[in-house]
């Protein structure tokens, strides 16, 4: 019999792509995990394996409604803050509605956490903060000005985090994610993330479309990379590696061209003729970065970690997931 693991967690956007991963994996470790979604983006098919799970609670609610955060974290010990409109091109379209989400949403958690005695509060931060620095690799300390409203809501989340932490002593962590895929990621959509919107696309044997010249560069970061992070910052006990941020990514980058060709070597696996599906291209999109590299010397020196999926070995299980669930 397995023991019982007297922490408590509560994941907000816990039927996301993100959110619901990590649920599954804090159920797996025996976490008392609770979910807090309002089903915007996320899908209760993610949470199939959870809902029945004797250590699990969902709890329907809205992070802009506070009550509603105050009553998740009640007898909540950590909290994995993944709730977010995300999107560049969809805070493009509608700013007021990704402000009212992300920053109002965002400082009603920290509110209820703080109140709830919460330990610590570790949060989906964002590469889009380093805007429109040059530099390679990308260190934490280093940022630019944001080039889109969702880049300015994710930087405000961790300024916010900062004051609760100096002001009120709330314990917080920033995890910087960088262009996370995996299972359970979501190819439909208009704002559906590039690879398992391209990995459907290749599979009915149509033409992505990659925007721009397909040069643009990404550090891409498998979905258990991620979870490896969330883990780390749960248990650290580094007082160093507390109210501050880290790049969560495997620190190496890859071209859309370059991403576009191992999707079609590794789904043609399964279907031969996807290897000869021709690639579209079209203008760049509006506050995209061209480039995306993150230093991880930080999240290994302070936390330990060590990424253990690159881009190629994440798309051989993800594609393999995609296959068998698409």
């Known amino acids: 019999m397995k023991k019982e693991n007297t922490h408590s967690i509560l994941i907000t956007g816990g039927a996301g792509f993100i959110g619901s991963n990590l649920c599954d994996y804090f159920l797996s470790k025996n976490y008392q995990v609770t979910c807090l979604d309002n089903f915007s983006t996320g899908h209760r098919h993610n949470l199939k394996d959870c809902i029945n799970h004797p250590n699990f609670r969902l709890i329907e609610g809205d992070i802009r409604n506070l009550t509603d955060c105050q009553n998740a974290t009640q007898g909540v010990d950590y909290v994995l803050h993944q709730a977010a409109l995300g999107s560049v091109p969809r805070s493009i379209k509608d700013p007021i509605t990704t402000n009212e989400v992300n920053v109002s949403g965002f400082l009603n958690m920290l509110v209820a956490s703080r109140d709830a005695n919460v330990k610590r509060f570790i949060y989906a931060a964002s590469s889009s903060t380093y805007g429109d620095s040059q530099g390679l690799p990308k260190i934490e300390d280093v940022i630019g000005k944001p080039l889109s409203p969702y880049a300015i809501t994710k930087y405000v989340n961790e300024l916010y985090a900062d004051i609760f932490s100096r002001t009120y002593g709330l314990e917080t962590i920033g995890l910087r994610y960088f262009n996370v895929f995996g299972r359970k990621q979501d190819p439909n959509g208009a704002y559906a993330a590039v690879i398992p919107k391209f990995v459907s696309q290749l599979t009915k044997l149509e033409s992505p479309l990659i925007n721009g010249d397909g040069n643009y560069s990404r550090d891409f970061t498998y979905i258990d990379n991620v979870i490896q992070m969330n883990e780390l910052a749960i248990l650290t006990q580094n007082p160093d590696a507390i109210n501050t941020v880290f790049n969560t990514a495997f620190g190496d980058r890859n071209t859309l061209n370059d991403l576009v060709g ?37 999240a290994k020196a302070l936390l330990g970690y060590e990424p253990k999926f690159s881009l190629q070995e994440g ?11 698409l």
């Open 262 to 298: 191992y999707l079609k070597k590794y789904l043609s696996r399964y279907d031969a003729r996807i290897a000869d599906v021709k690639i579209e291209y079209g203008p760049s999109r509006a506050g995209d970065i061209p480039h995306s590299l993150a230093s991880i010397d930080k």
């Open 315 to 325: 798309l051989k299980e993800a594609i393999e997931w995609y296959w068998n669930n």
